[in-house]
């Protein structure tokens, strides 16, 4: 099921992505003969519209977008004026780059919406939040609950402060199999918490008593709460936020692709946290990002779509992005010369992308049977 779900997510990012480069194309008067929905072989012609041919194909991994003299002078044999070879500058990287832009509008969009349902993420610096608390652990039988922070246990004759989650597990892991004092707050509001505290005793499991995907004490800890604003604030706050969020994720993205050339061209492979369609399916199936409902899977999808437009945006021959840059080239030298390379800079590209996405695939088998 999950790897259904990620197959149809992926399909939609692709379409609408293609979909950009459609209504670029005919903005700029340019003529697109098929529009498809997934790739070849074709099964179906569905419908002719303004003389595009909308069909239906096999391979159901998103779509394409064919259009006159996207190729080149070759592909362009009439010279007509509605090709796209033919058009300036300008209005063909209009047309390379908006699937890209249709992809981050997505993105910032499906954030906004998840972020408009459930509220603002807002880091909790300098706490420890209790955000859930397994059955019958050491914090259920404590009297713990959720929405509360730890703030500090008791050794033999004093309290330790704890002003994170990772001192308390840095704090837990060296008094395995103690019972100790626990001190923590009353229910939060929000990212604020009172003064009052509450003290109970808990126990701090060994590594032998804790069952699997738990910690000592049970508890799951949580940097980050949901912030809700006043109603008219709202759409304003999770617009903001999802540009944030889609502009944190685009250069986080593209730090680990740099990682990923590094460690490459050093000799270091890929690292185990860089992951390909494999990987992506096997880490939201572990995380549960297709169980818990629609704005888990509309998160997903933005992370995805946020992902496929970096993608497409790098300078790769083949790419949105290495044919934005053979276009900006013919500003400084003769186009019949980029015509030439062009070709072979894009059969490059294809190889080089395979080669790619057959090492990660196999680095995402290899991480799924450690």
């Known amino acids: 099921m999950a790897?259904?779900?990620?197959?149809?997510?992926?399909?939609?990012?692709?379409?609408?992505?293609?979909?950009?480069?459609?209504?670029?194309?005919?903005?700029?008067?340019?003529?697109?003969?098929?529009?498809?929905?997934?790739?070849?072989p074709r099964i179906l012609k569905l419908f002719y519209w303004r003389g595009?041919?909308?069909?239906?194909?096999?391979?159901?991994?998103?779509?394409?977008?064919?259009?006159?003299?996207?190729?080149?002078?070759?592909?362009?044999?009439?010279?007509?004026a509605d090709s796209f070879y033919e058009k300036s500058i300008r209005a063909r990287l209009q047309v390379i780059l908006a699937g890209v832009t249709v992809n981050f509008i997505f993105g910032i969009i499906a954030f906004a919406i998840v972020f408009y349902r459930l509220g603002i993420p807002t880091a909790l610096d300098g706490q420890a939040r209790i955000q859930d608390i397994a059955d019958n652990s050491p914090a259920m039988?404590?009297?713990?609950?959720?929405?509360?922070?730890?703030?500090?246990?008791?050794?033999?004759?004093?309290?330790?402060?704890?002003?994170?989650?990772?001192e308390v597990q840095d704090f837990s892991a060296a008094h395995l199999g103690e019972t100790l004092e626990i001190r923590t707050s009353l229910l939060c509001d929000q990212e604020f918490c009172?003064?009052?505290?509450?003290?109970?005793?808990?126990?701090?499991?060994?590594?032998?008593?804790?069952?699997?995907?738990?910690?000592?004490?049970?508890?799951?800890?949580s940097d980050t709460i949901f912030k809700s604003y006043p109603w008219y604030l709202m759409p304003f706050m999770t617009i903001f936020h999802a540009f944030k969020q889609s502009i944190a994720l685009a250069v986080l993205i593209l730090q680990s692709l740099w990682q990923l050339v590094v460690d490459l061209f050093a000799g270091r492979g890929v690292q185990q946290e860089v992951a390909g369609p494999i990987g992506i399916i096997d880490q939201a199936n572990t995380y549960g990002f297709f169980e818990g409902g629609f704005l888990s899977i509309l998160n997903f999808a933005a992370l995805l779509s946020i992902n496929l437009g970096i993608m497409n945006l790098l300078p790769i021959p083949a790419l949105d992005g290495g044919r934005a840059i053979l276009i900006i080239l013919e500003k400084f030298f003769k186009r019949k010369h980029i015509d030439k390379i062009a070709h072979y800079l894009n059969y490059f590209g294809y190889i080089s992308l395979l080669a790619?996405?057959?090492?990660?695939?196999?680095?995402d088998i290899r991480n799924i049977f450690k």
């Open 141 to 166: 039988v404590a009297g713990l609950v959720s929405n509360t922070n730890i703030l500090a246990f008791k050794t033999v004759d004093q309290w330790v402060e704890m002003n994170s989650i990772s």
């Open 356 to 363: 790619l996405m057959i090492i990660v695939s196999f680095n």
């Open 52 to 80: 595009t041919l909308f069909s239906l194909n096999l391979i159901p991994f998103g779509g394409f977008v064919q259009m006159d003299g996207e190729n080149g002078p070759e592909g362009d044999e009439n010279n007509s």
């Open 3 to 40: 790897a259904l779900i990620f197959i149809l997510i992926l399909s939609f990012l692709v379409i609408i992505h293609e979909a950009g480069h459609f209504l670029f194309a005919r903005k700029n008067h340019i003529k697109v003969r098929e529009f498809g929905l997934g790739y070849p």
């Open 194 to 221: 009172t003064d009052e505290y509450r003290e109970s005793s808990i126990y701090l499991r060994t590594v032998e008593e804790t069952p699997t995907n738990e910690g000592a004490m049970g508890i799951a800890f």
